[in-house]
């Protein structure tokens, strides 16, 4: 039972472009939860969703960010027109139902030069 | 803010000696969960207690949950130096988010 799976692990982006980020969910999980960790950092949450729905990104940004989890394939993080700023890691979790441990992806580091 | 903070920031000790973090929130919670994460790499989860436990083990660590504080405690026995890592504690109340800490800075000398 593979854990969470993100990629890439490491993104170079140039100022402007657009940075994709894939989360792949455990094997039986649909909920899955997106963080951002800049450097020295504790991790701030993003987006929490379930299969198909966004059910609170209170923590995304308002422009720029997007979140899905279609029904069938991977969770994306969409970040458009990236900034400097936006360099962090980014972290994938999921979990099974509300209120057992989730379960962290090891992260894809964007780098935007 | 709901999230947890981690107390001491930074930690060091000698390999054989306890390590102990604590985590303190606001708000009431469901559960409370431990991760580590070592550098550059992602949180490996450690444990996770829930408010109507006191104490939880798992191994060489033991965490305890006082809900009237508002606090946990992270105790690491006989530390080695892989235990060197960052530790965060995250807090659940709503099941739709976890909140995390800045997290506690552990090295472990040999």
């Known amino acids: 039972n593979a854990g969470v799976m993100q990629n890439p692990r490491h993104l170079v982006r140039r100022r402007g472009q657009e940075a994709r980020l894939r989360c792949s969910p455990m094997k039986g999980h649909s909920h899955v939860y997106w963080y951002r960790q800049l450097p020295e950092e504790g991790l701030k949450f993003m987006v929490y969703?379930?299969?198909?729905?966004?059910?609170?990104e209170s923590g995304m940004p308002k422009e720029r960010f997007s979140a899905e989890f279609p029904k069938e394939g991977p969770s994306i993080l969409r970040i458009q027109q990236v900034v400097r700023g936006d360099s962090a890691a980014y972290f994938c979790?999921?979990?099974?139902?509300?209120?057992?441990?989730?379960?962290f992806g090891q992260g894809t580091r964007l780098t935007v030069v | 803010s709901q999230q947890g903070e981690e107390d001491p920031q930074a930690l060091s000790i000698q390999e054989g000696e306890n390590a102990t973090m604590n985590c303190s929130y606001k708000t009431s919670i469901n559960n409370l969960q431990w991760y580590r994460q070592n550098s550059g790499r992602g949180l490996v989860h450690l444990i996770l207690?829930?408010?109507?436990?006191r104490e939880k083990h798992s191994g060489r660590l033991r965490v305890t949950l006082d809900t009237s504080k508002k606090s946990s405690s992270l105790l690491i026995t006989a530390s080695r130096a892989a235990d060197t890592a960052s530790y965060f504690c995250?807090?659940?109340?709503?099941?739709?988010?976890?909140?995390f800490g800045t997290g506690t800075s552990l090295t472990v000398i040999p």
């Open positions: 969703l379930q299969k198909e729905n966004i059910i609170d």
């Open positions: 979790a999921s979990s099974g139902v509300i209120n057992t441990e989730a379960f």
């Open positions: 207690i829930r408010s109507n436990e």
């Open positions: 995250a807090t659940d109340n709503t099941g739709n988010q976890f909140y």
